[in-house]
């Protein structure tokens, strides 16, 4: 199988820039080849060519090394197959990632690994189901969201996932037994339920589109977003659905927009995705209590301009970089995609795309694709230390920065600020 890094969160920004910089290096050698005599001049250019060979070798070498898991992993007859390709992938990726430390290719290549795991272990509990004599499953689609839904899944991403089935008792019963079984292999091969426990083999997070409809205009109820003369669905009660709380969403409207389909019937997930943002433009209640969620969140700034770290152990000198960046990038962005009216669940694919429609300041935009990339490539690195059993989650101690990478957060971080000011303006304006 050839697996190929295709374009994606850096388009908008390596068009141009990517060219540039050939240009420039180009320009360096040739610059530095007229003051060389012949011979030197020759030394240089195969130093060149020595250092692109070697690259080109170890992407080869990685390609065929990846590619050969992925190809196994079509042919895997037991979760414990499934278990020990996932352990060799992880350590493929990590070994590629500490070398490139290039996130685009990072997140695609956990998202292809999360993906290729999800649908195989489908396929493995359907087949466990019909040797158990359960019969031909029906139609259904299996989602995810949060990291994974953004394709943004790194090493040890927490699984939330969606089940989205047919009509008829039937296909309740056998999505039940499915997504329970496939939960327990997903565990076995280190996908774990986040703590909120968003899973198909918990009643609340599988059901028929019709079903799905009620939970969904039930939570935009609870959350206040069904407002006085706007009518939720004809002919629904709303004070009589779901009165068990095994069917109640545990989750904030707004954090359904990360929504995928990974497998399945994918227009049955797309109809689901379409429920989702139906809901949104119903009860924008919802999203306008979401933008003040947003709002709220902590600067990574004190009053000085000084980084916001813990004063006490075990994490004096440390800043939570999830909470102070990675988070509220995440939110803010999905928060302009989703009234904005874009469809992209990915943070940086989406602020290409508010870019594209002029719904956000061209150099703002450019500096949160830049700033993310660096908060994500942070936060993978602190990932991978963890993963080695070396780091501490999301705790970064800024002062161990080296003074490139310092500066390039520190612009990350005033680009994120800069958005949640103007997103409070926006607030303050409609309020």
């Known amino acids: 199988m050839t697996v190929t890094l295709e374009a994606g969160s850096g388009n908008y920004l390596s068009d141009r820039k990517t060219k540039r910089l050939f240009d420039e290096v180009c320009d360096g050698i040739f610059r530095q080849l007229r003051s060389l005599p012949v011979e030197e001049g020759r030394e240089l250019l195969a130093q060149v060519r020595s250092t692109l060979q070697e690259e080109i070798t170890a992407e080869q070498s990685f390609q065929k090394e990846f590619g050969g898991l992925l190809e196994e992993l079509l042919r895997v007859a037991t979760p414990v197959e499934l278990a020990r390709l996932h352990k060799g992938l992880v350590g493929v990726v990590t070994a590629s990632f500490s070398r490139r430390e290039s996130i685009p290719a990072f997140h695609l290549l956990c998202t292809t690994i999360l993906d290729s795991i999800v649908t195989q272990a489908l396929r493995l509990a359907e087949e466990e189901l019909k040797h158990s004599g359960v019969g031909a499953p029906p139609g259904y689609a299996w989602l995810v969201m949060g990291a994974a839904g953004r394709r943004e899944a790194t090493l040890s991403t927490d699984m939330e996932s969606l089940l989205v089935h047919e009509p008829g008792p039937d296909a309740a019963k056998y999505c039940s037994r499915l997504a329970e079984r496939v939960a327990a292999i997903l565990g076995e ?26 939970r969904l205009e039930e939570l935009c ?10 009518p939720a669905l004809p002919g629904r009660r709303l004070g009589n659905i779901f009165s068990h709380r095994a069917t109640t969403l545990n989750t904030p409207l707004f954090e359904l927009a990360d929504l995928r389909v990974v ?27 979401a933008a003040q969620t947003v709002t709220a969140l902590p600067s990574p700034f004190s009053f000085l301009g000084n980084y916001r770290v813990e004063r006490s152990p075990p994490h004096r000198g440390c800043m939570d970089l999830n909470r102070l960046a990675s988070l509220p990038l995440v939110s803010m962005v999905r928060l302009q995609a989703v009234t904005g009216g874009v469809a992209e669940t990915g943070t940086l694919e989406r602020i ?44 970064l101690l800024p002062d161990t920065l080296p003074p490139s990478d310092e500066n390039a957060l520190r612009q990350a971080l005033e680009a994120v600020a800069t958005l949640q000011k103007v997103i409070q303006s926006s607030l303050a304006q409609r309020v």
């Open 263 to 289: 497998s399945g019937d994918a227009p049955l997930g797309g109809q689901l995705i379409a429920l989702v943002r139906g809901a949104a433009e119903r009860h924008p209640a919802c999203i306008l209590k």
């Open 189 to 214: 091969c280190g996908f774990q339920k986040n703590g909120r426990g968003i899973m198909p083999d918990t009643p609340a997070w599988r059901a028929s589109p019709e079903e799905w409809e009620e």
């Open 221 to 230: 109820r609870r959350s206040g977003g069904t407002q006085s003369g706007s």
């Open 352 to 395: 290409q795309q508010l870019l594209k429609r002029g719904t956000l300041d061209v150099e703002l935009g450019k500096r949160l694709l830049q700033g993310g990339i660096e908060i994500f490539r942070l936060m993978a690195l602190l990932e991978a230390r963890e993963h080695a059993g070396v780091g501490d989650g999301a705790w």
